[in-house]
């Protein structure tokens, strides 16, 4: 009896830890912090705030890009409207792009800059903290040096309007070797400078577009993703690349949706995300022809269905 009572004892004892296992790995894997979020103009769909948030909600995604300028024109009421059909959806919002050219002469960035406030004060009183810009990898009339200068000086102003307006900023790199060697300065195009230009603008709400296709043409790794935390991240792009081409000759309007091709370790990049506990919106971004020829909504029920293979269930 001695003996059956211990074996038993044993038996449910293993049986305990394994399931105690099984639920601590559903609980890490399964209650994600992040989005899948439905950005219609990077997989070449044309349509304006309400039919992007319908598309939204029919084909799965959980949040939505805003579009700034539109935001901008509506009042009180409007805004309270539109933020209760996002919410009957069960969405939320993404990423929005930012408006202002900071790459142009200063003419055009002194421009975009004037009306920066307005859109910002869109953005708050719509409920969007998150807005995102890429930075231009090389140059043929500023010196690294000299690009740095004034990327700082133009960036800072920015954040500090968005600052005002409660709105993160979010700064993307270039990786591909043909955009940064293709003219006769090359400019930030690594993780590690990004870092760099981030703190030398010295602003609290600004961090990182990260996206694994130039994560990947940056030749970075998951130790370098590792290097980051929830907070550095504003948002996040995700794709794959084309097949039988080197990672140096990668041409970067030429992209592939999320885990169609395995060139790029996706499956490493989303746990290492998940391991930070990023809690932002997950957008693909592929840039990819034969996305852009179909019918809207074929095009986005393709993404939707490789966001969700690639996303965790």
Known sequence: MKRRFFLSSITASLAYNVCS???????????????MDLCPGRIGVKVDQHQAIALAHRYGFQSVEPIGSFLATLDSSELVELRGALKEKNLVWGCANLDVNFRSDESEFQSGLRSLPAIASGFQRAGVSRVGKSLSPSSNDLTYLANFKQHSIRLRAIAKILGDYGVRFG?????PKTSWASKKYAFVHTMAETKELILAVGAPNVGIVLDSWHWYCAGETIDDLMTLKNQDIVAVDL????LGIERDQQI???RELPMATNVID???????????????????EPFNQSLNAMENDEA???TAEAMKRALPK
């Open 21 to 35: 296992r099984i639920v601590r790995s559903e609980v890490r894997r399964v209650p994600v912090k992040y989005t």
């Open 171 to 175: 700064l993307e790199y270039v990786g």
């Open 239 to 242: 794709n794959d690349a084309p």
């Open 252 to 254: 970067d309007n030429r």
């Open 266 to 284: 996706v499956r490493g990049f989303i746990e290492a995300l998940d391991k930070l506990d990023y809690d932002g919106p997950i957008r693909a």
């Open 300 to 302: 986005v029920k393709f």
